[in-house]
């Protein structure tokens, strides 16, 4: 571990030993602060999903551009969680966090009022700039805030906001999209930057670390650069293709980096941005693992999910995210239940429990789902996965932040997000591309009759066999039958899939997981 001197914190870290922390009601305040801030961002994630076909319409934009939109608040948030996590222990962690939501609560608000294309664009790469300073402090104050005894309690509720609150976000941003316009989205992060603006400057202790060495340039720069350029690849594999040059560029320039980034910090040892040697322990490999394909198989899921909800049987919108708030609401409140359990039985146990809950979810899905059986047949599956996420998420977010010692939580917050953000990129593009192939499969033979253009058209999607049904003729309604039965078969393979990988994780969980407790963030540097 490192060598250097206790950080210097001008509030002290509650339960250090001689000093007093913040009391039990300062803590509510001190969480519920950061868990406000951390829905803002949360909600900025998803929110513009819903709104895809309105931007196009308003902007005169093509479809390469709303995906730009989309995935330029992404990218900026990942590629900046490693080095502005760092920034904040040094600098301190309440002032950069207060400057990210200031910076974010601007960004958005341009966003809302964006005239064109290029101002969105802008403005949501800002956004994302803003949400890199926000999203690793609000777990750092957690772990250099809360007495151990309580720290898993509280990791429980910003986990279960960090993983629910996308789909509470997604619900909102439908309704408001349904109801008003698209501008309105940004009204919801805005009005969350204010009350978290105020609860942080009232409730929130300032942290910081007191180093003697310098701040590792070269670790944050090529740190940025394999981070932006593996989430590129992943976002432009599934749209230009996997052998495109762009795609093949992002990846190469991103593996590239990360190994400069490894080989540097190596070098660096205990005055590196991330000590990577630290990744020999069971639990920052353990933990992060899990993150990473739990991630990455919840971000799959809603690639398969919403095209079933709303091309297959035909809801809105707003009615599909409402009928994802089931799973949100269960991953909630197993998250919250997980600390207990770890107290009791350890991380280990409650990590694979949860994973075997989540993989048993997806088989349920991939066995049950129909076209007649609708939302019924998913509803189960779906109850499974948001438990079992929900348990498999908190121990494993305390095991990645347990281990670096507390000086450096601003770094082990944004390794526990920049994980989350490559799992979530990863799984759009497995799952989404598994799900592609096996309809595409599946629908070339069940297309003889239909005419060539057509039948072209609907091999792209099912959204899009359903858009030219009416121009196949007397072959119209087999056609929607065939691309709706198509899409379950696509489905299957890619749920498949995410059991494959679930049953691995867990296997490899039981051997190679967290010790019996969760560590907690060490005091002392030493």
């Known amino acids: 571990m490192s060598t250097e001197p206790s950080p210097q914190v001008s509030d002290a870290p509650a339960g250090a030993p001689g000093e007093e922390g913040p009391d039990a009601r300062q803590r509510r305040a001190i969480l519920a602060a950061v868990c406000v801030a951390l829905m803002a961002v949360i909600a900025s994630v998803s929110g513009l999903n819903v709104a895809q076909s309105d931007l196009a319409v308003a902007f005169g934009a093509s479809q390469s551009t709303i995906l730009w939109i989309i995935n330029i608040y992404t990218l900026s948030l990942a590629a900046l969680l490693l080095p502005l996590g760092a920034i904040g222990d040094r600098l301190g962690r ?59 309690r509280a990791i429980g509720v910003w986990t279960g906001v960090a993983g629910g609150g996308g789909i509470l976000g997604m619900f909102l941003s439908a309704a408001l999209v349904d109801v008003a316009s698209w501008r309105w989205l940004f009204v919801l992060p805005v009005a969350l930057v204010v009350v978290a603006l105020a609860l942080t400057l009232r409730s929130v202790p300032d942290s910081r670390e007191r180093t003697g060495h310098s701040f590792d340039t070269v670790g944050a720069l090529t740190s940025v650069v394999a981070v932006a350029g593996l989430v590129h690849s992943l976002q432009e594999g599934p749209e230009r293709g996997w052998t495109a040059p762009a795609t093949l560029l992002g990846l190469a320039v991103g593996v590239l980096a990360a190994g400069v980034f490894v080989a540097w910090e190596l070098h660096r040892r205990d005055t590196a941005l991330l000590d990577v040697r630290l990744f020999r322990e069971r639990a920052l490999a353990g933990g992060s693992v899990t993150l990473l394909a739990v991630f990455g198989v919840q971000a799959g899921i809603f690639v398969v999910l919403f095209p079933f909800l709303q091309a297959v049987l035909g809801w809105s919108g707003l009615l599909s995210t409402l009928a994802l708030m089931p799973m949100a609401v269960l991953m909630m409140a197993s998250s919250g239940l997980a600390p207990h359990l770890v107290a009791r039985v350890g991380a280990r146990p409650v990590m694979a429990t949860g994973i075997l809950l989540a993989g048993a979810g997806l088989a349920l899905m991939a066995a049950m789902v129909s076209v007649d059986g609708g939302y019924l047949s998913v509803l189960p599956g779906m109850l499974a996965m948001g438990a079992g996420m929900g348990l498999s998420m908190t121990p494993s977010t305390e095991a990645v932040t347990g281990a670096l010692p507390r000086e450096r939580q601003g770094v082990a917050s944004a390794l526990n997000d920049v994980t989350r953000e490559l799992g979530t990129a990863l799984g759009v593009a497995l799952l989404g591309a598994l799900l592609a192939a096996g309809y595409r499969d599946a629908v070339d033979s069940r297309l003889s009759g239909v005419p060539d253009g057509v039948a072209d058209t609907a091999r792209q999607g099912v959204s899009n066999a359903l858009a030219v049904a009416d121009r196949a003729g007397p072959q119209g309604q087999a056609l929607i039958r065939a691309a709706e039965e198509s899409f379950v078969e696509g489905w299957r393979h890619a749920m498949w899939t995410g059991v494959a990988v679930m049953a691995a994780l867990f296997l490899y969980v039981l051997t190679r997981g967290p010790g019996h407790r969760s560590s907690a963030p060490s005091d002392a540097s030493g």
């Not at 994302?128 to 926000?134: E, F, K, L, N």
Request: aromatic share 6%; net charge positive.
């Open 94 to 152: 309440k002032p950069i966090l207060l400057t990210g939501l200031a910076f974010f609560g601007v960004a958005s608000a341009v966003a809302g009022l964006a005239p064109s294309a290029e101002v969105m664009l802008t403005a949501r790469l800002f956004s994302g700039v803003g949400a890199a300073m926000i999203m690793p402090i609000t777990l750092a104050v957690i772990t250099s805030t809360f007495p151990a005894k309580e720290r898993g």
